[in-house]
C-alpha cells in the first residue's frame, strides 16, 4: 500500500492514495491521528462534511502526486502528515480570509516547523525515535497545496466558526 515510484510508474495509481493510510509504526501511526484529531477540533466546522470529503481527497492525492513529480529520488513513502500540513494551511487561510486573525499566527507557526529544518538541518533522532526518515519534502508540498486550496476555495462554502479563536477576534471588534 506504501508509495512505490517504480509500482506506480508501472500503473500501480492507487498508490497515490494509499500511502495516506500505512506508516511507519505505531509511533508514526499515532502523531498522524493525534494531528488529524488537533485539525479537526480546530477547524471541523469551517467546512461541510462533502466539503472535508473535497479536501481530504485533494491533499491526500495532491501530495503523494507532487512528491511523484518534484521529489524524483524519493522511491517509498508511508504516512499522511503532509497532507495533514495541507489541512491546516488550508483551514488557516480559509479562516483569515473569514477574518479569524489568530489563524495567521498558527499558519506562522507551522510554517517555521515545516521550513525550519530546511536551513538547520533534521534531527536524526527524532527519525530514530519515529521508526523512519521524514521526509521533509512531503510537508513543504502539502503547505503549500493547502496555502493554494485555502486561497481558491469558494468564501461562499466557507462557514464561520463559533469557537474561541472567533469569539477572541469579535470581542475586540467595536460594537
Known sequence: MEYN???VNSGEFWRLVTPNFVHLG???TLLNLAGLWFTMAL???LLKNTDWLIWFTLLF???????H???PSLEQYVGMSGALYGLIAGAAVAELRLGIKLSGLLLI??????????FIGEES??????GGNVIEEA???????????????????????NSIKAKLNNDNKPA
Open 125 to 130: 533522532s527524532y527519525n530514530e525515535w519515529l
Open 61 to 67: 492525492v495532491g501530495n503523494i502526486l507532487g512528491l
Open 69 to 71: 513529480l518534484w521529489v
Open 26 to 28: 505505531v509511533r508514526h
Open 5 to 7: 515510484r517504480s509500482a
Open 43 to 45: 477547524f471541523i466546522n
Open 139 to 161: 510537508h513543504i508540498i502539502g503547505f503549500i497545496q493547502g496555502l493554494i486550496l485555502g486561497l481558491v476555495w469558494p468564501k461562499s462554502r466557507l462557514n464561520k466558526p
Open 109 to 118: 507557526i507551522v510554517g517555521l516547523k515545516i521550513f525550519i529544518p530546511q
